[in-house]
T-cell receptor, first 115, second 115 residues
Framework: DTEVTQTPKHLVMGMTNKKSLKCEQHMGHRAMYWYKQKAKKPPELMFVYSYEKLSINESVPSRFSPECPNSSLLNLHLHALQPEDSALYLC??????????????FGPGTRLTVL | AQSVSQHNHHVILSEAASLELGCNYSYGGTVNLFWYVQYPGQHLQLLLKYFSGDPLVKGIKGFEAEFIKSKFSFNLRKPSVQWSDTAEYFCAVNLYSGGYQKVTFGTGTKLQVIP
């Protein structure tokens, strides 16, 4: 199984809402990632978790709060978002974040719209 | 900081034409290089990757790429494209820094193959 799943596929939320994005993989990978992809732009790294610990935070605003409850799950909690946060949020996983040669496997993404 | 540039933003080819997509990166150290593809409505998938050894790497679906260290390039090629190759192609550089890997994507090239 080389699949990374993400729920929900689409999410529409107001600026005062609190919502969460979920990501799951069952490949035994110990590194998981959140990316943000705006229309017609490449994915931009937001967070890296390695062995369930936050390793990299690319200066992401605090209204985005990641959580890794176990090695298979990765959440992104959203609160007080702005319309400019509307984007495709991609989750990825790889065997190990420390190797430098790992292939990242991507999920289909959650299309987020902030009204 | 590392960066990746893709020269062609939108390429239109007829079926059976040859393809070459350019990718240049800016980093003087050791890098690991990838090409990802995103078919319409699908998630990012790995086409091929280069870590070391033979600079000419072969990937899935008849794609290949050549790493030329002196030119900081990793161009993607296919001798004869098919309509099903219509997709967006991203070059990516994986830099191992501070104990963790960090992937930077190029801006992407949208390939449209006309039957």
């Amino acid at each position: 199984d080389t699949e990374v799943t993400q729920t929900p596929k689409h999410l529409v939320m107001g600026m005062t809402n609190k919502k969460s994005l979920k990501c799951e993989q069952h490949m035994g990978h110990r590194a998981m990632y959140w990316y943000k992809q705006k229309a017609k732009k490449p994915p931009e790294l937001m967070f890296v978790y390695s062995y369930e610990k936050l390793s990299i935070n690319e200066s992401v605003p605090s209204r985005f709060s990641p959580e890794c409850p176990n090695s298979s799950l990765l959440n992104l909690h959203l609160h007080a978002l702005q319309p400019e946060d509307s984007a495709l949020y991609l989750c990825a996983s790889s065997q190990d974040a420390s190797g430098g040669t790992d292939t990242q496997y991507f999920g289909p993404g959650t299309r987020l719209t902030v009204l | 900081a590392q960066s990746v540039s893709q020269h062609n933003h939108h390429v239109i080819l007829s079926e059976a034409a040859s393809l070459e997509l350019g990718c240049n990166y800016s980093y003087g150290g050791t890098v690991n290089l990838f090409w990802y593809v995103q078919y319409p409505g699908q998630h990012l998938q790995l086409l091929l990757k280069y870590f070391s050894g033979d600079p000419l790497v072969k990937g899935i679906k008849g794609f290949e790429a050549e790493f030329i260290k002196s030119k900081f390039s990793f161009n993607l090629r296919k001798p004869s494209v098919q309509w099903s190759d219509t997709a967006e192609y991203f070059c990516a550089v994986n830099l191992y820094s501070g104990g963790y890997q960090k992937v930077t994507f190029g801006t992407g090239t949208k390939l449209q193959v006309i039957p």
